[in-house]
């Protein structure tokens, strides 16, 4: 998955960018064989001003660890549809998916373990102090679950929750567009 095939082709990127807002998306590493090499890899992207940071999927989890490396860059975190973390159902299929890829067993360990989210402690979740927004998948499903919504609210209880969707580029995703761009334009001009 890339970011054109996330954000640009159904229709975020240029949603936000007709409402006036500068969108980064840049794609994040193919195959990472840690969360810090994902910051590592993201943090030259972050402009020298504070940014609203809207991340998708286990994005969410680069996103706080972005955050976490550098607060005083990230103005607000939107965690849109995170993963969820600890399913033994999805992270035993997920651990075959990166064995296949060539994956080592400490590298799968790394890029599974966390608590809510993937890669993120909770003790570092609840040290975050930007606004946060969080989205939920609707209707839920093994890899966007609602207690995974609910987790992050009960640990950032500062946090609100937009209203839920389908995750792109899910093809019933669509007809879902206007009120996620919506959500995002409302959640940034807070």
């Not at 998955?1 to 960018?17: C, H, K, N």
């Amino acid at each position: 998955m890339d970011a054109d095939r996330f954000w640009a082709a159904p229709g975020i990127s240029g949603g936000l960018e007709r409402e006036g807002f500068t969108v980064l998306a840049p794609n994040r590493l193919r195959r990472p064989s840690s969360w810090d090499a994902e910051v590592e890899h993201l943090a030259p992207a972050l402009p020298g001003h504070p940014v609203l940071v809207v991340a998708g999927s286990n994005g969410c989890s680069v996103a706080v660890r972005l955050a976490l490396a550098f607060p005083d860059r990230i103005e607000r975190l939107l965690l849109a549809w995170p993963a969820t973390a600890g399913d033994p159902a999805v992270d035993s299929r997920t651990h075959i998916g990166l064995t296949g890829l060539g994956a080592s067993d400490q590298i799968i360990r790394a890029l599974l373990d966390g608590h809510t989210l993937r890669g993120v402690a909770d003790a570092e979740l609840v040290t975050l102090k930007m606004p946060i927004s969080v989205l939920p998948s609707a209707p839920e499903n093994p890899f966007h679950q609602r207690q995974t919504v609910d987790a992050l609210r009960r640990l950032l209880p500062d946090s609100d929750e937009l209203p839920g969707c389908p995750e792109p580029p899910r093809p019933d995703f669509g007809p879902h567009l206007d009120q996620l761009l919506g959500s995002v334009t409302k959640a940034i001009s807070r």
